[in-house]
């Protein structure tokens, strides 16, 4: 066992990012002996067309690679990484690499990949879902929230099959793209008990979609006073007389009803679907409707859907996606326009959180459509909001009196779909007196994430299941000024040993961000200079990492009490993220109660430094800490000279590997094979035939591998 402290790693640069390795890790400290199983983490490692990330766009765009840490073995840790490639990487690939296809190539554009002719792709780099039980397999997804889940096999790290077929999902828009924009949730939901999976595909319109840009409420609004009190609006409304009196005598037909509605909404479509998910056979889609009638439409997007025994809970995310956040630098040369442009194009997300909620038993009164069904049954869904922005929640499985308990983290004044760019000036405050007060940042730290403006909150809020009450019963609210800086990620004990959920969240742990002086920028400042719910003062936020930064923390907090009970906070300089709860082999002496089991295990985490010297991230380690002891610090640090990380997100646990059963396989002929044959006619027909010689290309390939 390697008894230095730490192994320095060279300057981690993408292209070692992407490199796919089967290490045995060095360890640093006491290895406990009753790690077990095996922990999953997925991150997003640059594009096929920006490997070195030069193009400083937003480090959330980047394929996926898995990591697999296996406890397996006493005394030792191996680590398997892989990058995933379902069927349009094959097609990102061969376009990069070949000049006969350059004008399908995908580009980065801000936060998605997309090709004008191919369309976008599915980057498989935010999250897992783990399937206990489901056909007697441990069975593991892997999500996104721009496409659909996948299968994955947790032995090989392979991308078996997408959940759902092409036509069982519904596109955001309605141009037939071959790889079709689709709008899910990175954190689909499983009951083991019903042996249900449970997510979303859901659309924006185009007006929905235009509302995200500042100034367009009150353009709206101001046009429609023109044209009040226009003396050509008196004459256009008496010659649309006659067309309005034959749209109306149409409507009576319930055919024409429908394709007016259709081309009404026009090519981008507003609507929210719950699908289900058996572990064969279709998926099941039902209409999700708001109680007066009207269709749920999503403001934001739906990066996390919730379970309970009863009830099924939505929220419209704090992560915004306007216009702003598919462009990185349009506009090189000219700095102070990009800058104004950028105002004006992002708002902040929305500073209140809407959660939906979903009756179960709502589902079997209804049973739902087979997927490609073009009309599904509706279910009416109940709003509550809650103050605070939220992109993570968790609910307890229980529903004691019929009352519904979530856990929130509000990372309130913190947009985590913005990045660093070098157009980014220093706040004022750290730049007067200077002579030149513009300075761009470097690009080791474009495409990283802002720092948060307020304090994070953490909050359990009881909400009544029955009735129609739009407000929490309950509200518990924990934050720190010390710690509670950007609470990001979590992690729990999400099984017991028959492999159950607990019935309770007794205890959670979150990781923080911090805050970082080189990560203050004055765009950051103007977007939340008038935050709703503003906690500790924009000045004094800014003043207080003037010196020193807010290092990031790993807190462990007590649900019943509604309070951290254990933190560790980390030296200056470290990044934190990746949390993951893993149980111990066998249970401690004492700990039979769900509340003691819920912390008797380990956390990993991945840990990243970065070197104040070249704002650059120069190592990176997996720290493993006593679920019961976080304030002690890690028992033991796991590393290696070739092992370069970035930017890693969730995480998954299974206790044994097994490969996927072959009961579910979806191929890439008869996924595509419709969409190529009847491939859009909006393009040109050369590029049509290219697209169809394209498919037959990457289906030739398949076969020879």
């Known amino acids: 066992m390697d008894d230095s402290s730490t192994a320095t790693a060279k300057p981690s640069q993408t292209p070692a990012v992407r490199r796919e390795l089967d290490l045995q890790l060095q360890i640093s400290g006491h290895l406990p ?38 406890f397996d073995q006493p005394g030792a840790v191996t680590l398997k990484s892989r990058l995933l490639r379902p069927f349009e990487y094959r097609a990102d690939e061969i376009t990069q690499r070949e000049p006969r296809w350059s004008r399908l190539k995908f580009q980065d554009y801000g ?6 002719p191919l369309g976008v792709r599915n980057e498989l780099n935010t999250a897992f879902l783990p399937l206990p039980g489901l056909e007697g397999q441990e069975q593991l997804l892997v999500t996104y929230d721009v496409g659909r889940p996948y299968l994955l096999d947790p032995d090989s790290l392979e991308v078996l099959s997408p959940i759902g077929q092409n036509r069982e999902w519904r596109s955001a ?24 999976v449970f997510t979303v595909n859901y659309g924006r319109s185009i007006g929905n979609f235009l509302s995200a840009v500042p100034g367009m409420q009150a353009l709206s609004a101001l046009l429609r006073r023109i044209w009040h009190f226009s003396p050509y609006n008196v ?14 005598q149409l409507s009576r037909n319930p055919g024409f009803a429908r394709r007016w509605q259709k081309l009404r909404q026009g090519l981008f479509p507003d609507f929210v679907d719950l699908l289900r998910w058996h572990g064969t056979g279709k998926l099941e889609r039902w209409r999700l409707i708001l109680p007066d009638g009207s269709h749920l439409s999503i403001k934001q997007t739906m990066h996390q859907i919730g379970v309970s025994k009863d009830y099924l809970v939505l929220l419209d995310t704090a992560f915004s996606t306007g216009i702003e956040q598919l462009f990185n630098n349009p506009l090189p040369r000219l700095p102070r ?3 104004f442009l950028r105002r004006w194009l ?16 709502d589902l079997e009164r209804t049973p739902g459509d087979p997927a490609d069904h073009d009309d599904p049954p509706q279910i009416r869904v109940r709003p509550v909001a809650i103050a605070g922005e939220a992109a993570h929640f968790l609910t307890d499985y229980e529903n004691p009196d019929g009352n519904l308990t979530l856990h929130v983290s509000h990372i309130c004044a913190w947009d985590v779909a913005e990045w660093i760019r070098s157009i980014d000036k220093l706040p004022r405050a750290y730049t007067q007196g ?22 994070s909150r953490l909050g359990r809020y009881t909400i009544a299941g029955e009735g129609t009450s739009a407000v929490p ?36 742990y979150w990781t923080t961000f911090g805050l970082r002086k080189n990560l203050m920028t004055r765009f950051a400042c103007q977007l939340y200079k008038h935050y709703r719910y503003q906690q500790v003062p924009q000045a004094e936020i800014i003043e207080s990492v003037k010196d020193r930064d807010v290092p990031a923390c790993l807190l462990r907090l007590d649900t019943q009490r509604m309070e951290i009970a254990d933190i560790y906070e980390f030296p200056v300089n470290y990044f934190v993220s990746s949390p993951q709860f893993i149980p111990r082999r066998v249970a401690s002496e004492g700990a039979d109660t769900a509340i003691a089991l819920s912390t008797d295990g380990y956390l990993s985490c991945v840990v990243l430094h970065l070197n104040p010297e070249r704002n650059q991230l120069d190592r990176a380690e997996i720290w493993l800490f006593d679920g019961s002891a976080l304030a002690s610090g890690p028992l033991c640090k796991l590393h290696h000279p070739e092992l370069q990380l970035n930017f890693t997100l969730h995480t998954a646990w299974l206790p044994v590997l097994t490969h996927a059963p072959e009961t579910y396989r979806i191929t890439p002929l008869e996924d595509y094979g419709e969409t190529v044959a009847h491939y859009s006619r909006l393009f040109p027909w050369r590029v049509t035939r290219q697209v169809r010689q394209l498919f037959s290309e990457l289906l030739h390939q398949l076969d020879a591998d």
């Open 173 to 196: 828009v309605q141009h037939s793209y071959l790889f079709k924009p689709i709008f899910s949730t990175a954190h689909p939901v499983y009951d083991c008990f019903t042996q249900d």
């Open 33 to 70: 002996d009753d790690l077990q199983g095996h922990v999953f983490i997925v991150g997003p490692v640059g594009t096929l067309s920006n490997p070195d990330d030069r193009t400083e766009n937003t480090a959330l765009n980047g394929d996926g690679m898995v990591y697999r840490l296996d």
């Open 434 to 455: 200077r002579k030149n007060n513009f300075r761009r940042f470097s690009n080791p730290l474009a495409g990283q994430e802002l720092n948060p403006m307020d304090i």
């Open 235 to 248: 004459i256009l409304q008496f010659l649309a007389l006659p067309f309005t009196w034959l749209i109306q």
């Open 473 to 508: 019963s309950q509200v518990r609210m924990v934050a720190d000024t010390r710690y509670t800086w950007g609470t990001g990620l979590y992690a729990f004990r999400d099984r017991d040993a028959q492999n159950a959920p607990p019935q309770k969240l007794h205890n959670l």
């Open 346 to 361: 992002e708002l902040p997300p929305n500073a209140d959180s809407l959660f939906y909620i979903v009756k179960r038993r």
């Open 337 to 339: 326009l990009e800058r």
């Open 111 to 116: 936060v998605v990949r997309f090709s004008k």
